[in-house]
């Protein structure tokens, strides 16, 4: 097991009965990304670090005639999706793998390419966070879409708020991307991707879509 999935498990063994609950509350902007997937009859969804899988299931139930994958680093994490989409009935539309974001391979679903890829709150947890993205961007589909919610810059928010944030979430190794909108941009020029942005709450959450031409 590699440093990165020590570290997660760690972070999570004693989380997993409580995470949905807990993060409910500021994990924000995760809805309105799975109600933007509109991925295509029959097409190929992945979430990369799908945690508890309570968005796997969200998107499954949201977009009943695509197919889902989702894969984490941590496998407390994944035993937990793993309960969650088979609680739910969805073990026939959402396919579970244990993999790491910044290398996974072509064969972890036997799938080369995805219509939609998402990035849910895991950009900042990922030390290699750019090496992920770009990774993920080359299993994009033509006419696909890369989508991402994740903690914002704060910029329009009390600097006490901001700071006290920051501390909470480096507790759980968590570190906001303050540069992801630049990075983003620099993917999209890089590999001819269309990109948009929203930022919600004042820069608490950031929303970004990459999408490639047919
Ligand atoms: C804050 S949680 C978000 C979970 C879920 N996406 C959500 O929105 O509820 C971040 C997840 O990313 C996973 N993760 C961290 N580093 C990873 C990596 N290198 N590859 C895959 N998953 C990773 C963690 O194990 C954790 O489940």
Same mark, same amino acid.
């Given at each position: 097991?590699?440093?990165?999935?020590?570290?997660?498990?760690?972070i999570?063994v004693?989380?997993?009965g409580?995470?949905?609950?807990?993060r409910?509350?500021?994990l924000l902007?995760r809805?309105?990304?799975?109600?933007s997937l509109?991925?295509? @009859?029959g097409?190929?969804v992945?979430e990369?670090?799908? $945690?508890?899988?309570?968005?796997?299931?969200?998107?499954? &139930? *949201?977009?009943?005639h695509a197919?889902f994958?989702?894969f984490?680093?941590?496998s407390?994490m994944?035993n937990?999706?793993?309960?969650?989409?088979?609680?739910?009935?969805?073990s026939?539309?959402?396919?579970?793998a244990r993999?790491?974001a910044?290398?996974?391979?072509?064969?972890?679903f036997?799938?080369e390419?995805?219509?939609?890829?998402?990035?849910s709150y895991?950009?900042?947890m990922?030390?290699?966070?750019?090496?992920?993205? @770009?990774?993920a961007?080359s299993r994009?589909?033509?006419? $696909?879409?890369?989508?991402?919610?994740?903690f914002g810059d &704060? *910029?329009?928010l009390?600097?006490s708020?901001?700071?006290?944030?920051r501390r909470w979430?480096a507790?759980?190794h968590?570190?906001?991307r303050d540069?992801?909108?630049?990075?983003i941009?620099?993917?999209?020029?890089?590999?001819?991707l269309?990109a948009d942005?929203v930022?919600?709450?004042g820069?608490?959450?950031?929303l970004a879509a990459?999408?490639?031409?047919?």
């Amino acid at each position: 097991m590699s440093d990165a999935a020590v570290l997660m498990d760690r972070i999570y063994v004693w989380q997993t009965g409580i995470y949905d609950l807990t993060r409910k509350p500021y994990l924000l902007g995760r809805d309105r990304l799975i109600a933007s997937l509109a991925p295509p @009859d029959g097409g190929q969804v992945l979430e990369i670090g799908c $945690g508890t899988g309570r968005n796997l299931v969200e998107a499954a &139930q *949201r977009w009943p005639h695509a197919n889902f994958h989702g894969f984490d680093i941590s496998s407390v994490m994944l035993n937990k999706a793993v309960s969650t989409i088979a609680k739910a009935g969805l073990s026939w539309q959402v396919e579970l793998a244990r993999g790491d974001a910044t290398c996974f391979p072509t064969n972890l679903f036997r799938i080369e390419q995805f219509d939609r890829i998402f990035f849910s709150y895991t950009l900042s947890m990922i030390p290699a966070w750019e090496q992920a993205l @770009d990774h993920a961007v080359s299993r994009l589909a033509p006419g $696909g879409a890369l989508m991402i919610a994740d903690f914002g810059d &704060q *910029r329009d928010l009390p600097k006490s708020f901001r700071t006290l944030l920051r501390r909470w979430l480096a507790l759980f190794h968590v570190e906001p991307r303050d540069h992801l909108e630049d990075v983003i941009r620099d993917v999209a020029a890089r590999h001819g991707l269309k990109a948009d942005f929203v930022r919600l709450y004042g820069g608490y959450t950031f929303l970004a879509a990459l999408r490639r031409s047919s």
